[in-house]
């Protein structure tokens, strides 16, 4: 996160002066309680002691996720936020790739080559978002692009073919974070909107559902054969019985249907899940079940979820994996993935998970 006013000077005009500088763009709400509806809900013991947001010092970040919890590799996913405006927007988008360089992957604060950053890209403004994705993919340090999932309509429309033309031309993993805009309701069941926050903890996976099957039955990964999406966030257990359903639905409709293979092929293939939020039934077998009918080697990608209050320790995730896969998802599909080196710096003190 920027530091109070960091991220002002970064937003191109006329937008800094026109929309931002009125709307305090970077002023967050610092109250954080974790039971409230609209709270960051951030580790109480990641606010930095100078009073700025939950991971706004870099080194304080490095000592939390790096030394202390054993993380080798960060994929630092900033604030995304909505404006309404798409144009808003896309110039938010513009000013937080520009400090991210700046004040986190620049050679001062990456000078241990841990962390990687995020093209932000919005989704809503294609153009906007392949400049950004043209801009910064030679970076070496961005890893993946980042979208969101909220903006209508589904990803399976071909206004966003772009943006995927883009990514796979560069070869670059687009990641969806669960954003949570001022301006967005989500998720929009059949049978209104929520009523209150533990109602949208419950459902918000419905969005990721709906944009796993438009991706899929509207063709975007025939069309865009070597497209890889990351879900962040969004939780997993749910893709299983998705996936029955799907190919279900696939047999009986294959004549209706312009695809070319099985529907869970294309998500074995082409999408992965990160681990946060870990569903942890009362019966730990279920879980285990569940990690072995959806193989989970495949799909699932460790993540901690810092610097929130639900933060997943590796040391203590890992215990919960399937012995066979916790190398595979705890960071082999991660270096495949974001085609991340083998080998980092050691440095000295580290905890060490394997």
Same mark, same amino acid.
């Given at each position: ?114 962390? &990687?950053? *995020? ?6 403004? #294609?153009?906007?978002? =392949?400049?950004?994705?043209? $801009? ?116 009986? &409709?294959? *004549? ?6 099985? #529907?869970?092929?294309? =998500?074995?293939?082409?999408? $992965? ?82």
């Amino acid at each position: 996160m920027p530091r109070r006013g960091e991220l002002v000077e970064y937003i191109p005009e006329p937008w800094r002066s026109k929309y931002f500088l009125s709307h305090r763009v970077g002023e967050q709400i610092y109250y954080d309680a974790p039971d409230y509806a609209h709270a960051y809900a951030m580790r109480v013991d990641a606010f930095p002691p100078d009073g700025e947001f939950a991971c706004s010092d870099p080194d304080m970040a490095l000592r939390q996720l790096i030394m202390e919890a054993g993380s080798d590799i960060a994929i630092l996913e900033p604030t995304h936020s909505e404006h309404r405006l798409g144009e808003a927007t896309a110039a938010y988008c513009t000013a937080v790739n520009e400090w991210l360089a700046d004040n986190w992957l620049d050679s001062h604060n990456n000078w241990h080559q841990r962390w &990687r950053g *995020s093209i932000c890209a919005a989704i809503e403004e #294609p153009q906007s978002a =392949v400049a950004e994705i043209e $801009k910064w993919a030679g970076h070496p340090y961005m890893a993946q692009i980042l979208i969101k999932a909220e903006p209508r309509p589904s990803w399976g429309d071909p206004k966003y073919d772009p943006i995927w033309a883009a990514a796979t031309k560069h070869d670059i993993v687009v990641s969806c974070h669960l954003s949570r805009g001022e301006f967005e309701t989500l998720p929009l069941p059949p049978v209104g909107l929520p009523s209150y926050n533990h109602d949208f903890m419950v459902t918000y996976s419905l969005l990721a559902a709906n944009q796993v099957m438009s991706l899929i039955f509207d063709g975007v990964f025939d069309r865009f054969p070597t497209l890889r999406i990351v879900f962040v966030e969004h939780a997993f257990t749910w893709i299983l019985p998705l996936m029955w359903r799907m190919d279900a639905i696939y047999e009986r &409709r294959k *004549s209706w249907l312009n695809i070319k293979r099985k #529907p869970s092929e294309y =998500v074995k293939d082409h999408i $992965k899940f990160t681990t946060q939020p870990l569903d942890y039934p009362e019966d730990k077998t279920e879980l285990s079940r569940a990690f072995e009918w959806m193989e989970c080697e495949k799909i699932l990608l460790f993540s901690s979820d810092y610097p929130h209050w639900t933060f997943d320790d590796p040391r203590w995730l890992v215990k919960h994996l399937p012995e066979h896969a916790r190398e595979a998802i705890m960071f082999r599909n991660g270096l495949k993935t974001y085609k991340l080196p083998d080998t980092v710096p050691v440095l000295e003190g580290q905890v060490r998970v394997f």
